[in-house]
């Protein structure tokens, strides 16, 4: 991976994945991901999975009557009652809220979040390269995933298998708008215009309603020193972007006060929601995943109740949530530190990227850090 200061050049960091073992970072779109286990989910015979359809509300049981109509009737009234939009109800022992940044089960359960927004989009979308100079294990710029600090947010491009590559470009609200608003052509000359132009270039081309095109291929007719496609310091140049993929988040950074109740465990987005500039959001969320399993697991092998806090949900909560905190700190003050655009702070940081890239050691251990999540 090769990450570069945009407003100091020569300040640039490269981690080399190809060469530490085991890997620190795979590549795997999220469908396939979802895929995956939807169909390991459909090989459990126990499992049910109600497909198309929506949580449309989940509240508690009623009590049961004193005394219960049977021996056996069982005092659901601590339990989450779920009501599916196909009529289906559901009593949970326990509710995993895995329902994303405005997740209803965390409403539910009554807990707040800390946080707050950047005022900045994430613009996604899947771009098709030019023809590479042969197979990706020869061409280093087909594995390598670069990640370039503009003034207003990192834009990074992450190789896909084939002639493809996807983009997260963090910018402004506006810019944000200006780019979606592009025709395709222009859209794809301003993505190679953000890892090749100087900063001053692309604001300018930022403010042309069209003909990026054209303004791309002049400015880098003249520019002195112009960055050479080949030694693979800079990302193959972008060809076309894929119809109907550009598309635009608002990125916020919220934090749950806790991830569990009584009988409810948030994981994923619905815990925690992270700027995207190191990769870490779907990562943190498997990491809860993995977390919660083992800590179920260990209840049911155990003969304890898996929705009580207390044996089950305590150990899940106490193992992610600082965890998870440092890691939305960190992210957080990596955003601060790159969004200034002059002063000290600039030539700071991009004294701090050289120093890491010259201390392997240092090196060695942010991208351990990285894969840990
Ligand atoms: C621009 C951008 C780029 C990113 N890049 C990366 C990256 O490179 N690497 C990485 O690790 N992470 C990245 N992330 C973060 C990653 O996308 C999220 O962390 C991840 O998608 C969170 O997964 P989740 O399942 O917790 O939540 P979500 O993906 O939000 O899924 C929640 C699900 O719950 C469903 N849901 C909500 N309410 C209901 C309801 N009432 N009934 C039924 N279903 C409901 C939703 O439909 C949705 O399917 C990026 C994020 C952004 C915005």
């Keep these: 991976?090769?990450?570069?200061?945009?407003?100091?050049?020569?300040?640039?960091?490269?981690?080399?994945?190809?060469?530490?073992?085991?890997?620190?970072?795979?590549?795997?779109?999220?469908?396939?991901?979802?895929?995956?286990?939807?169909?390991?989910l459909d090989d459990l015979s126990a499992i049910t999975l109600f497909d198309k359809t929506s949580v449309a509300d989940i509240r508690l049981g009623h009590p049961v009557p004193f005394p219960a109509k049977s021996p056996t009737s069982l005092d659901l009234s601590s339990y989450p009652h779920v009501t599916l939009s196909s009529n289906h109800t559901i009593a949970a022992r326990l509710l995993v809220g895995a329902d994303g940044l405005n997740s209803p089960v965390r409403s539910f359960a009554g807990i707040p979040t800390r946080g707050w927004d950047y005022d900045r989009h994430g613009v996604v979308a899947t771009l098709k390269l030019s023809r590479g100079t042969g197979h990706s294990s020869e061409n280093p710029?087909?594995?390598?995933?670069?990640?370039?600090?503009?003034?207003?947010?990192?834009?990074?491009?992450?190789?896909?298998?084939?002639?493809?590559?996807?983009?997260?470009?963090?910018?402004?609200?506006?810019?944000?708008?200006?780019?979606?608003?592009?025709?395709?052509?222009?859209?794809?000359?301003?993505?190679?215009?953000?890892?090749?132009?100087?900063?001053?270039?692309?604001?300018?081309?930022?403010?042309?309603?069209?003909?990026?095109?054209?303004?791309?291929?002049?400015?880098?007719?003249?520019?002195?020193?112009?960055?050479?496609?080949?030694?693979?310091?800079?990302?193959q140049r972008v060809a076309s972007v894929q119809e109907g993929s550009v598309a635009s988040f608002p990125l916020r950074l919220r934090h749950a006060s806790t991830y569990t109740t009584n009988r409810v465990a948030l994981i994923g987005d619905?815990?925690?929601?992270?700027?995207?500039?190191?990769?870490?959001?779907?990562?943190?969320?498997?990491?809860d995943s993995r977390s919660l399993a083992s800590a179920v697991e260990d209840a049911v092998r155990h003969g304890a109740d898996i929705g009580n806090e207390i044996g089950c949900l305590d150990r899940y909560n106490g193992e992610?949530?600082?965890?998870?905190?440092?890691?939305?700190?960190?992210?957080?003050?990596?955003?601060?530190?790159?969004?200034?655009?002059?002063?000290?702070?600039?030539?700071?940081?991009?004294?701090?990227?050289?120093?890491?890239?010259?201390?392997?050691?240092?090196?060695?251990w942010f991208m351990r850090q990285a894969g840990a999540s």
């Design 1 to 40: 991976m090769r990450v570069w200061d945009g407003l100091s050049s020569n300040s640039r960091i490269f981690f080399d994945a190809l060469t530490s073992e085991p890997p620190i970072a795979y590549m795997t779109e999220n469908q396939n991901l979802s895929r995956a286990l939807v169909t390991r």
């Design 141 to 235: 710029q087909r594995v390598t995933a670069y990640q370039r600090f503009l003034p207003s947010g990192p834009i990074a491009f992450l190789a896909l298998p084939g002639d493809y590559a996807t983009l997260v470009w963090t910018t402004t609200p506006p810019q944000a708008m200006r780019l979606k608003a592009l025709s395709a052509e222009d859209f794809v000359a301003m993505v190679n215009a953000a890892f090749r132009l100087d900063v001053v270039d692309l604001d300018y081309m930022f403010t042309l309603d069209s003909g990026q095109v054209g303004e791309l291929e002049w400015r880098e007719s003249v520019q002195s020193s112009k960055k050479a496609d080949v030694d693979g310091e800079i990302p």
């Design 270 to 287: 619905a815990a925690h929601t992270i700027h995207p500039l190191a990769g870490q959001g779907l990562n943190m969320g498997l990491a």
């Design 320 to 364: 992610m949530w600082m965890r998870n905190n440092r890691m939305l700190g960190a992210v957080d003050k990596l955003h601060w530190l790159y969004s200034a655009k002059s002063g000290p702070v600039v030539g700071l940081r991009g004294l701090g990227l050289r120093t890491v890239d010259a201390l392997s050691p240092l090196k060695g």
